[in-house]
């Protein structure tokens, strides 16, 4: 089973940055990809961007060109640098983690949530 705490939220500013990050802690048979998930308020929870163990990353086209996910070798972190900040970003944010368990069955494990808010 893995664990996964987030920290990074709060409250900032338009056009502000904030960086977000997630501990994972624990083992599973194998990672396939690590993510941000978001979920503003009163809508369903949306992808923000996706890491794979290859290295390969997807955003949503809403953050292209203002977020960057990034993790370590060891996949036992995660990072979501969030750059010119608009109030539609608020939301709640889950570090996501996608694998195969010990029983070889396909995963989701998600953290807590951290809440990042965008206002003046």
């Known amino acids: 089973q893995l664990q996964l705490v987030e920290s990074g939220g709060g409250l900032v500013q338009p056009g502000g940055s904030l960086t977000l990050s997630c501990t994972v802690s624990?083992?599973?048979?194998?990672?396939?990809?690590m993510g941000w998930f978001r979920q503003p308020p009163g809508k369903e929870r949306e992808l923000v961007a996706r890491?794979?163990?290859?290295?390969?990353?997807d955003y949503a086209d809403s953050v292209k060109g203002r977020f960057t996910i990034s993790r370590d070798n060891g996949m036992n972190l995660l990072y979501l640098q969030m750059n010119s900040l608009r109030s539609e970003d608020t939301a709640d944010y889950y570090c996501?983690?996608?694998?195969?368990?010990?029983?070889?069955?396909?995963?989701?494990?998600w953290g807590q949530g951290t809440r990042v808010t965008v206002s003046s």
């Open positions: 890491v794979t163990s290859g290295g390969s990353t």
């Open positions: 624990g083992s599973i048979f194998t990672i396939n990809a």
């Open positions: 996501n983690v996608r694998g195969y368990d010990h029983q070889r069955l396909i995963s989701d494990y």
